[in-house]
């Protein structure tokens, strides 16, 4: 753990907070193991002293603005959150006024597990390419100039080079599994909508039994919302309880929309998404 | 195309251009294969991912997707948000195991009718070639 950073975390917590600069601070604590983190609302400053930052810090925060709209708010956010924060700025559902970004250098977060950290990075850490966040107030900690591998994508790619039928088998499998528990949907910042389709009783699109089809409609759809939107924060598969690799369909469509659209989601809060947008002259095979 | 299997085909048509198509196939008397139910909708991008799903979930073999030729939409530019979408799902759905062949976008005008006729032709063909879906 990095004392001198958390040391200036909880000092510019404190100060936000004890200056009425916002109302509170949504960071990370320590969590009831005693290895892992969890999130932390700090609205005084005396909890503010429990804030953290290591390692373990795999939470993209984020997500939580939504639910504090209208109220002024500190968020910490990592590189690869702030995507988060621009994927919301793009799409109007936070007021840039009204939300303090702590930005924290980061060198990449372990898989972890209640009680247990591993040594290894996250596979979205491993390709990050973001040295500091996209967007913030103040930056704390350091810059890292990071040794990325490329995102090539080879898991996408084997799966693409093998036959229709057998992809069709693998994902059967996986959506048999999933309970619909929608965790991978509460998790996720680019999830937002007041009513999902998922929760329509007229028309009833997703029918209320858990059945595979039923499962894998609700999956292909979840995802297609994410295409051109997702940030790759890879939160719906760590907290997908049945281990579905939701990662192979997020960052197949991340793929798709890069090499058709030649855009990645959470880069720039202007540039509109690709599903806003369009060009008269792309894309003449289809349909002709 | 044999006679057992006959492959169910959702077709959903945007009002300007091509169900004005499929009219003209029809009081022109033009024969095409029965397998498509057509539904009509205000424009194709009025037609949500979601629809397509459910076609395939509900045991449809193929869904055709048709608006105004590019430029021609009554809307002005919804046909471009629709080819954009499609293009897209096509791709997603042969990941997930539903062959691209099964979804596809065509543009057909209201004076269109032979070719309307020759695409459900074509397409009901394609889709007894590959089979009921399993």
Redesign the interface.
Known sequence: MDMELIQQIRGKARSLLEEGTVEGVIGYERAGDGVTSRPLFAYDSSAAERLIFDDTCTHNLVKYLLGKRGKKMAVMVKPCDSRAINLLLNERQIDRDKVFIIGVGCPGVVETEWNHKSETLQARCRSCLLTKPLVYDVLLGRELARKAEEETYSDILE??AES??S??????EQFSRCIRCYACRQVCPGCYCPVC?AEQLEPL?VGIRIAP??N??WQ??R??HL?GRCIGCNECERVCPVDIPLSLLNR??EK??KE??AFQAGLDPEEPP??AT?R?E??PE??? | MSAGYQPKVIGFLCNWCSYAGADMAGTSRMCYPQNIRIIRVPCSGRVDPLFVLKCFQRGADGVLVSGCHPGDCHYTEGNYHTRRRFALLREFLDYLGIEKERLRVEWVSASEGQRFAELVADFTTELARLGPRS
């Open positions: 799966a693409e229709v039928v992809r069709r088998e693998f994902w059967r389709f699109w089809e039923e894998t409609l292909t759809i995802t297609f295409a197949k469509l798709d929309v058709l659209f690709p599903f369009f008269k792309e894309m289809l349909g002709e």
